[in-house]
């Protein structure tokens, strides 16, 4: 098993030129099966993880979300990318004391959102949780990746060009990486791939097929597959076990 450091050292070179496909894991047991298939990464999802734990999306305490990524970096020899949602805290200093509480797990990367849970940081604070972040991560091991998050997709009609900008606030803040997950137009792609050039970006993908392997034309450095793998294990799950209840009727 590689050591933590060796994996934090492996994640950056994935994000250092080429593509890649990140996908997430909710448990163990897919963290191990994503293993075999040959990823060279794996990220958590905070839905896939809180189904997998009989809940819904954001019901997931910072504790338990802290043992799950635990329980994730133990499982494979892959470097593990966390989403850390919106660092469980709104104020920069108490972000900055979970960031280093997920550090601890052995992550690799770790994700920061600006979205509270019921609206969208004001663009300073965001900015600011994210150079709290980076503090806290660079205390302890600089290594660690720290991905911007911009939820553009929890406010309607949120402009590309709001999108751009804040990912550009939050590269500037320290961000190695940036991730607007419902970016989905090419053009617009493209852009934000200039806009904060050289750093890598991060698109989300739910469609499995050749238009993944078309982001990497656009200078695309990874995707990853938000809970959508998770979603489809567990509509296979429901569907066997509706035809196994059937069969009681």
């Given at each position: ?20 496909i990140i996908p997430n894991a909710w448990d163990a047991g897919s963290a191990v099966r994503l293993t075999g298939l040959g990823f060279r990464a794996i990220a958590s999802t905070s839905a896939g993880a809180a189904w ?198």
């Open positions: 098993m590689p050591t933590i450091s060796e994996k934090r050292a492996t994640f950056r070179r994935l994000h250092e030129s080429g593509f890649f997998a734990a009989g809940k819904e999306d954001g019901q997931m305490s910072r504790d338990e979300v802290l043992a799950h990524l635990g329980a994730l970096v133990d499982a494979t020899p892959l470097p593990v990318n966390a989403d850390f949602e919106n660092g469980f805290a709104d104020a920069p200093p108490d972000v900055a004391a979970n960031v280093a509480m997920a550090v601890a797990t052995g992550v690799a990367g770790l994700s920061i959102e600006d979205w509270s849970g019921s609206a969208m940081y004001e663009t300073s604070l965001a900015v600011d949780r994210i150079a709290a972040a980076r503090a806290a991560i660079d205390a302890i091991d600089p290594a660690v990746m720290l991905i911007g998050r911009n939820e553009n997709f929890r406010v309607k009609d949120m402009p590309v060009r709001d999108s751009i900008a804040r990912a550009i606030a939050y590269a500037d803040a320290g961000a190695d990486c940036l991730f607007v997950p419902f970016l989905l137009d090419p053009g617009a792609v493209a852009e934000l791939v200039a806009a904060v050039a050289p750093k890598p970006v991060n698109v989300v993908v739910h469609d499995y097929d050749e238009s993944t392997r078309a982001l990497a034309d656009l200078g695309v450095r990874r995707c990853s597959v938000g809970a959508s793998l998770a979603g489809r294990a567990w509509a296979s799950f429901e569907e066997a076990a509706t035809a196994l209840r059937r069969a009681e009727a």
